[in-house]
């Protein structure tokens, strides 16, 4: 399918993609489906709908969804470590979703663009404020859980952009109670490791290699990562490994990093 999308956007710039809106309700219905699945099934099967978003959208119009299809591609060209044409098509997906005025999509697109993308090819301290308005905005349209991932990015942003750990400290509690306001502590539950680790660098913790705390909402962080690989939380799963890693290597526990790694 990867191929197949490429065969057919090449030669194509925006203006030529955009010389057609969809108006089939049928094939509108399809597209909605199309992201909305993706969203929720497993990343194999998703990437495959999120080409046929992208590959309906050139036969046979674009609609609001194709600036979410070509966000997503963008990142899956970026996992692949096609950085060229992965920037190529966020600008795409950023300029599909300017002129469809898909403000509903702002922060769907956003968290998808700013935590793989633009994080490798933009200044890492430019990516700060778009990440927050993005946030914002989904607020605004109702749309708390991907708002929630945007604040979460933002936090990890925040971090490695070296900004005081008091600050970030502060931010993430402020931006937790409103998760948990919108009822949003499950994609909350994503920064928690984050908390965690900026707790032991700040030495609030007993062992301060191990990220084992008031932010780990479990018994232990073992008992986190088994609970996370049995319900197949993979996402949290991989947040707990890195943070524990790095954590683990900063007070020189390199044995527990390694494990981590």
Not at 243 to 250: G, I, K, N, P, T
Request: charged share 20%.
């Amino acid at each position: 399918e990867i191929f197949k999308t490429k065969l057919l956007l090449m030669g194509k710039d925006v203006d030529i993609i955009m010389s057609k809106v969809m108006d089939d309700k049928q094939m509108l219905a399809i597209m909605d489906l199309l992201e909305t699945t993706s969203i929720y099934c497993p990343p194999y099967f998703g990437f495959i709908l999120v080409f046929r978003i992208v590959q309906l959208s050139i036969s046979h119009g674009v609609s609001v969804n194709t600036a979410f299809g070509f966000a997503y591609y963008s990142a899956v060209l970026c996992h692949l470590g096609d950085l060229c044409n992965a920037s190529k098509y966020a600008k795409f997906a950023l300029d599909i979703m300017q002129r469809m005025q898909a403000k509903e999509k702002y922060c769907r697109i956003y968290s998808l663009l700013y935590c793989t993308v633009f994080l490798k090819t933009n200044c890492m301290h430019s990516c700060l404020d778009p990440v927050l308005e993005a946030q914002r905005e989904g607020l605004k349209v109702g749309d708390t859980s991907y708002a929630t991932l945007c604040a979460v990015i933002y936090c990890n942003i925040a971090f490695r952009c070296k900004k005081k750990l008091s600050l970030v400290k502060k931010i993430s509690i402020y931006l937790k109670k409103e998760a948990k306001v919108y009822k949003q502590e499950s994609v909350w539950n994503l920064a928690l490791p984050l908390e965690q680790a900026i707790l032991n660098l700040m030495g609030y913790a007993e062992k301060p290699s191990l990220l084992d705390g008031d932010a780990i909402p479990r018994e232990s962080i073992d008992v986190w990562m088994a609970t996370a690989e049995r319900v197949k939380a993979d996402r949290l799963l991989c947040a707990l490994y890195y943070w524990q890693m790095l954590v683990a290597y900063m007070f020189d526990d390199i044995e527990l990093a390694i494990k981590m790694a």
